[in-house]
T-cell receptor, first 112, second 115 residues
Framework: DQQVKQNSPSLSVQEGRISILNCDYT??????FLWYKKYPAEGPTFLIS???IKDKNEDGRFTVFLNKSAKHLSLHIVPSQPGDSAVYFC???????????WGLGTSLAVNP | SAVISQKPSRDICQRGTSLTIQCQVD?????MFWYRQQPGQSLTLIAT?????????ESGFVIDKFPISRPNLTFSTLTVSNMSPEDSSIYLC????????????FGPGTRLLVL
């Protein structure tokens, strides 16, 4: 059973516009969430994270929003740039076992 | 974050052979993680390797198939043994952040194709 779900396998956005990537989770014990970006033939690169005690975290063009009641988080990229084209993974962890639980990823294409 | 390198970056192997992947970190780290990403799939944790102790394997992964060495605090190897085409994956080494122990950082990966 997929505890972290990224229901959109792909997303296409125009350069300069906002990209919104969504992630849903089922385990209410998750207390820390991370977003990674992955280019082909490279390892994942950490982007931004959020603790469950917060509902928003911002770093430059990247903002993550957490809605605990809906068990939903989203990553906003604004403005989107062609270099943002990559696969974005949502991951979460819970409790004493701090193992990362991963979503299946969303492939973002930012068109010039 | 620590700088992580992996060797080889890619390889093509024949079924039945074994390949050892090396992971080098520029800082001393207690825990190192080995993942794989099969085509079209997400990342799957194979095992956690602590220096001075046996690696801890996740469900579905066994030491005979994926032996791991962790001789010191900056280095680890993962061997993919008796390979089959189903082992074709990207294999990734990962460590926790030095200042931020909640974040994992990844090496560039080893792209393995088994024929």
């Amino acid at each position: 059973d997929q505890q972290v779900k990224q229901n959109s396998p792909s997303l296409s956005v125009q350069e300069g516009r906002i990209s919104i990537l969504n992630c849903d989770y089922t385990n209410s014990m998750f207390d820390y969430f991370l977003w990674y970006k992955k280019y082909p033939a490279e390892g994942p690169t950490f982007l931004i994270s959020i603790s469950s005690i917060k509902d928003k975290n911002e770093d430059g063009r990247f903002t993550v929003f957490l809605n605990k009641s809906a068990k939903h988080l989203s990553l906003h990229i604004v403005p989107s740039q062609p270099g943002d084209s990559a696969v974005y993974f949502c991951a979460a962890k819970a409790g004493n076992n701090r193992k990362l639980i991963w979503g299946l990823g969303t492939s973002l294409a930012v068109n010039p | 974050s620590a700088v992580i390198s992996q060797k080889p970056s890619r390889d093509i192997c024949q079924r039945g052979t074994s390949l050892t992947i090396q992971c080098q970190v520029d800082s001393q780290v207690t825990m190192m993680f080995w993942y794989r990403q099969q085509p079209g799939q997400s990342l799957t944790l194979i095992a956690t390797a602590n220096q001075g102790s046996e690696a801890t394997y996740e469900s579905g992964f066994v030491i005979d198939k994926f032996p791991i060495s962790r001789p010191n605090l900056t280095f680890s190897t993962l061997t993919v043994s008796n390979m089959s085409p189903e082992d074709s994956s990207i294999y990734l080494c990962s460590v926790l952040g030095l200042a931020d122990q909640e974040t994992q950082y990844f090496g560039p990966g080893t792209r393995l194709l088994v024929l």
